[in-house]
Nanobody, 118 residues
Framework: QVQLVESGGGLVQPGGSLRLSCAAS??????MVWYRQAPGKQRELVAV???????NYRDSVKGRFTISRDNAKNTVYLQMNSLKPEDTAVYYC??????????????WGQGTQVTVSS
């Protein structure tokens, strides 16, 4: 079982910044992913980082968000800059255990609220 705890959410003005963190327990994690879900909207992928360090982002956050990991601390981060009201959502950390071809586990944190508003 993999356990994830997110932190770093809050209320910020448009153009501001936040850094989310996700501390993970467990082993054999192939990829860690940030998702978000706005009220009344479908959950969407925000950013991915693999065990090899490869990253991918949805188009709407490219150039503004950066995903990174600290392997020594077993923690993944999402640095969010130039925040917009449309970034408002509950952000969830997700860990995928297995390999690039075989998923053996899919685990979720409890979520942290990010609100971007004047």
């Amino acid at each position: 079982q993999v356990q994830l705890v997110e932190s770093g959410g809050g209320l910020v003005q448009p153009g501001g910044s936040l850094r989310l963190s996700c501390a993970a327990s467990g082993s054999s994690i192939y990829a860690m992913v940030w998702y978000r879900q706005a009220p009344g909207k479908q959950r969407e992928l925000v950013a991915v980082i693999t065990s090899g360090g490869s990253t991918n982002y949805r188009d709407s956050v490219k150039g503004r968000f950066t995903i990174s990991r600290d392997n020594a601390k077993n923690t993944v981060y999402l640095q969010m800059n130039s925040l917009k009201p449309e970034d408002t959502a509950v952000y969830y950390c997700n860990a995928k255990r297995g390999t690039s071809t075989v998923l053996v586990g899919d685990y979720w944190g409890q979520g942290t609220q990010v609100t971007v508003s004047s």
